[in-house]
DNA sequence: CGCTCGATCAAACGACCGTTTGAATGATAC
DNA sequence: GTATCATTCAAACGGTCGTTTGATCGAGCG
């Protein structure tokens, strides 16, 4: 019998999205996660054929998802005309927010995902670039548009400090101590809209 | 016969720090650092207790030194009266980027700091907080003076946000792809003065 | 010299790791 | 009913893990 309504994989890739987020990639166990998610320890290799396929697939998962979103929010800025340096802003950062909030581990993701910029693991990044490189060369003309006084050098150094700045907040990483009274989601918007005045500020820079 | 002219202990600290840098605290094994330093497998064990007392010290040893030069900088800055809000900055991020260029080690160290971030751990949270936490509030201070306009709250986002970005641009996170023809060490000296700006036009933002 | 004691050593401990195996299961097609 | 085939299962594989043990070393000292 089955513990859950989901798939035996759908069942795997979550339960390794908490457990990666919290113990990492070698910390977490394949006997961790398949325990986590009422599975046998072979399904692991059988669906996935190794623990760095399944690291992998935990990416694909909600990157494809989070690109996706991120696409089509551009693409509406880029038909206003009068769409502001906050608008693509907005566009990069509140998919990310969203998908953070998503019930069901994307805040777990989030952290993932700021453990594998910390892995610095040849693999990885490759993997990240070639799926989802495409997306940010798109962001990037955008706000080329947008700020003519930078040249690409420089747009490109700002643009990885939002980068950065972005990958911190929603991976929660900070030392402000969420006060008892506010949940993790509510949180994470404060997080945002902080984010987008303060990365527009530092972009608009001379 | 020492194959070093340092001590065992501090052969340990550095390999330690380096494998950490490169493989996490769970990716790196006692094996590992013991051969990388050049002594017995025991050695951990006996002159620090654990793997987990050698990952405290590994910070330790970097963190009271960083503290103490953040500290001497601000006292500096509180003394000029012309002081600027890119002084205050330069007082917290300069510290920071010159241990990341020391010679032995201090890149790597930068790169461990940022996956105790990735950690959440709660006892490293804390040990972290312990040993940060006062001079983080002296800055505050200092900030608050030079962005009356900011209450308390805005001022922590913000400050948070510059952590961030620090963290990321000093371990060397991003995506900027370092052009074969510079340095480690150029690379993250044009890091540090694109962040001093970027982050000073954010903090002035309304 | 003989004694002491911190430091270093090879070896082993039990536990856990990722992966593989081959049998059992159960739905589907003939 | 029976053959098929993807899936699940318990068990085991060889290795590596952090830690402990007891022997050995060697400088300092009476």
Same mark, same amino acid.
């Given at each position: ?9 759908? *069942? ?67 038909? *206003? ?44 990044? *490759? ?60 949180? *994470? ?18």
């Amino acid at each position: 019998m089955n513990a859950s309504q989901f798939s035996t994989k759908q *069942r795997i890739l979550g339960a390794a999205e908490v457990l990666f987020a919290r113990y990492g990639f070698a910390g977490a166990s394949l006997r961790q996660v398949t325990a986590a998610a009422n599975v046998n320890l072979a399904a692991v290799n059988y669906h996935f054929g190794s623990k760095e396929n399944l690291i992998e697939e935990v990416f694909r998962r909600r990157l494809d998802d989070l690109n996706a979103r991120r696409q089509a929010a551009l693409s509406k800025v880029e038909k *206003r005309a009068d769409a502001t340096l906050e608008d693509a802003l907005d566009a990069f950062i509140r998919p990310a927010l969203q998908l953070s909030l998503d019930r069901s581990g994307g805040g777990a993701f989030m952290r993932v995902l700021a453990r594998a910029y910390a892995e610095h693991d040849d693999r990885l990044r *490759r993997f990240l670039s070639d799926n989802y490189g495409h997306v940010l060369r798109e962001f990037v003309v955008v706000f080329h548009h947008m700020l003519p006084h930078l040249d690409k050098e420089e747009l490109y150094w700002r643009l990885d400090i939002v980068a950065g700045a972005l990958t911190y907040a929603m991976a929660d990483f900070g030392v402000i101590k969420r006060k008892s009274g506010i949940s993790e989601q509510s949180h *994470r918007e404060r997080a945002a809209e902080h984010l987008v005045r303060f990365a527009a500020a530092g972009l608009r820079a001379p």
